[in-house]
T-cell receptor, first 116, second 110 residues
């Protein structure tokens, strides 16, 4: 089955700790994205990557880091600098082709991060 | 600030009725628009996308785009209890960056 997987489903972070959220896709998509969703709010873009070994900051990148060493994988690290990390984190991917904004983004099941 | 805005909701409709959801966007140059459905605690799933002015129908769902007025809407005909969810409108306001509205929560009353 093709799709996007995220792990873990729930993640608990202690103060001062860095944690890494996993995102893997087998859709052969070039582009991958990380969003954060807070209760009652829309999705906000953290980072995105159009191609392997390249990524760009989104609207709320502070306190987060990413890597894109493989086409299939786009892990997100929530660092201790992110003071309010409790949220629902969603990874998405798209074909990355078709010109301005014509690529549909598909989402993984999400990771819920909670602070202890 | 480039934005996508939606009716705050919540929207409550009786089973079998039409649910109408509206969305406005700030960038006149936006070319593509998406409606996602999100059940509580789950990730968004794509319902429809629309690029051209006019209506696009898919089953019980119809998306309507009016670029001159900068709005896009979603109609859900013959609403079912399983349609109860939050509906997210999204638009590309910058190249490669999809901007989302805050969502409209729909409740279908049996």
């Amino acid at each position: 089955d093709g799709g996007i997987t995220q792990s873990p489903k729930y993640l608990f972070r202690k103060e001062g700790q860095n944690v890494t959220l996993s995102c893997e896709q087998n859709l052969n998509h070039d582009a991958m994205y990380w969003y954060r969703q807070d209760p009652g709010q829309g999705l906000r873009l953290i980072y995105y990557s159009q191609i392997v070994n390249d990524f760009q900051k989104g609207d709320i990148a502070e306190g987060y880091s990413v890597s894109r060493e493989k086409k299939e994988s786009f892990p997100l690290t929530v660092t201790s600098a992110q003071k309010n990390p409790t949220a629902f984190y969603l990874c998405a991917s798209s074909t990355g082709t078709g010109g301005r904004g014509k690529e549909t983004q598909y989402f993984g099941p999400g990771t819920r991060l909670l602070v202890l | 600030q480039k934005e996508v805005e939606q009716n705050s909701g919540p929207l409550s409709v009786p089973e079998g009725a039409i649910a109408s959801l509206n969305c406005t966007y700030s960038d006149r140059g936006s070319q593509s628009f998406f409606w996602y459905r999100q059940y509580s605690g789950k990730s968004p799933e794509l319902i429809m996308f629309i690029y051209s002015n006019g209506d696009k129908e898919d089953g019980r769902f119809t998306a309507q785009l009016n670029k001159a007025s900068q709005y896009v809407s979603l109609l859900i005909r013959d609403s079912q209890p399983s349609d109860s969810a939050t509906y997210l409108c999204a638009a590309f306001l910058d190249d490669y960056k999809l901007s989302f509205g805050a969502g409209t929560t729909v409740t279908v009353r049996a």
